[in-house]
């Protein structure tokens, strides 16, 4: 989970009449914007999670109240303090993945949102088909990815074999993985919270990367349709290396419909389950372009000039962080242990580089889930809440909306119009992710 805190705003208690001014701190979850707080509410998390998790928690970092209303260079700074406060408690696992923060940051995001409804949310699966199901606006993504599971006929304990995810349209009939949607956060708040809500949707898929857990989901037909039909596209797309000899078996099985034959000849496949990021730089040996692959147990560089692979073991990446700079683009840098005492930073730059950063996170957990012998969790191991009561939007939040995306139009328009800025130098480094 990546923190940032990266502006301010004021507003009014009594928007009329400009009464009651108060600033808010917008509050970024893995490189998008999750909701607006004031300092009290963090200072009432701070002190729940001191009273639950006690000297676990940072409470050196975590700003002071004051008396006195705060000067502008005080705002910045108490702004400063709580971004590196909030990255202090994602990095550690127990708190970051706590029933506690993850209430708070779920309750955070709904209060935006200032209403409840009734909706038909549609979910797409990977071959392009979609499916409607009726949720609530403030559903959380473990309810609806329950709901998608139940809706397309997947056996219920394998719901957590999948999960949803935020993908863009970043040209005509091409689509490109944003994120993967979080237990703290609500599929259709986050979706018509995009900058381009008609360009994106959600897509279920698998949430899994060892091969071996194909066994489990492929005993379901439903599920094994699911881990063919992704496997199929992305071998279509040539996003896996498929030589010639495997291609003609997986077009004879193809043809003969004999799905789990073609699984069994996908796994063999160099990139199998990896999950391919096409638009990166990385700095090593020498500045080039490259596709980056994250799988099972490592992450793959391809030189594009050359085409040759480098391949960097999970388990051998020390730790690895998250980097700005001035011009938006981030760098995910990873140390390496190539030899021992041979250490090495290597830095990737990418648009999407918070996801990548994700994706080694889960393939961590994930190892040192098999490792202990845990099973994935299933609904039946889940906290149900109340079911919301219904509450209409009103008048003015839909006036605001359609006021944000003829704003989102016209920044659009100016931005095609803006040559190419230069690359600046990058900002002070997120801190470090600790590897397995």
Not at 21 to 36: D, E, F, P
Not at 44 to 60: A, R
Request: charged share 30%; glycine share 4%; with cysteine.
């Amino acid at each position: 989970m990546h923190f940032s805190v990266p502006e301010t705003e004021e507003c009014f208690e009594q928007p009329e009449t400009q009464k009651g001014q108060y600033t808010v701190y917008k509050v970024h979850v893995n490189g998008v914007h999750h909701c607006s707080v004031r300092y009290s509410s963090l200072y009432s998390l701070h002190n729940k999670l001191k009273q639950d998790f006690g000297p676990s928690i940072p409470d050196k970092l975590f700003p002071p109240k004051r008396m006195l209303a705060l000067t502008d260079i005080q705002v910045e700074d108490r702004r400063v303090q709580l971004e590196k406060y909030l990255q202090a408690l994602s990095q550690d696992p127990v708190v970051a993945n706590s029933t506690l923060l993850n209430d708070f940051l779920i309750k955070a995001q709904k209060e935006v949102q200032l209403y409840c409804e009734e909706v038909k949310l549609k979910v797409f699966l990977v071959n392009g088909k979609s499916i409607e199901i009726d949720i609530f606006s403030s559903d959380e993504t473990d309810e609806v990815l329950e709901a998608v599971i139940k809706a397309i006929g997947v056996q219920e304990d394998l719901t957590y074999y999948f999960g949803l995810f935020l993908l863009e349209e970043t040209e005509p009939g091409s689509l490109r993985i944003v994120r993967k949607l979080q237990d703290f956060e609500s599929p259709f708040i986050s979706l018509n919270r995009c900058r381009h809500p008609d360009k994106s949707r959600i897509q279920v898929r698998k949430s899994y990367w060892s091969p071996k857990l194909d066994a489990e989901v492929c005993k379901d037909s439903t599920g094994l349709n699911l881990v063919y039909t992704e496997a199929m596209q992305a071998i279509k797309k040539g996003q896996w290396d498929c030589p010639s000899p495997q291609k003609e078996q997986l077009a004879k099985f193809k043809e003969q419909g004999k799905r789990a034959e073609f699984l069994e000849v996908a796994r063999k496949l160099a990139w199998y389950g990896h999950i391919i990021f096409d638009d990166c730089e990385v700095d090593l040996p020498v500045p080039s372009e490259c596709i980056v692959g994250v799988g099972p147990r490592c992450l793959v560089i391809r030189d594009k000039k050359t085409n040759k692979d480098a391949v960097y073991g999970i388990t051998r990446i020390r730790c690895w962080k998250i980097a700005g700079s001035l011009d938006g683009v981030l760098k995910l840098s990873f140390d390496y242990l190539r030899a021992r005492d041979d250490l090495v930073w290597i830095t990737i730059t990418c648009t999407t580089s918070i996801f990548m950063s994700m994706c080694m996170q889960s393939v961590v957990d994930e190892l040192v889930r098999l490792n202990k012998g845990e099973r994935l969790r299933r609904p039946k191991d889940r906290v149900r809440k109340p079911r919301p009561t219904p509450k209409p939007k009103p008048q003015e939040l839909i006036a605001e909306e359609q006021k944000r995306r003829e704003q989102v139009a016209a920044e659009d328009a100016a931005r095609a119009l803006d040559p190419p800025k230069p690359k600046a130098a990058a900002a002070p480094a997120a801190p470090a992710a600790p590897a397995a």
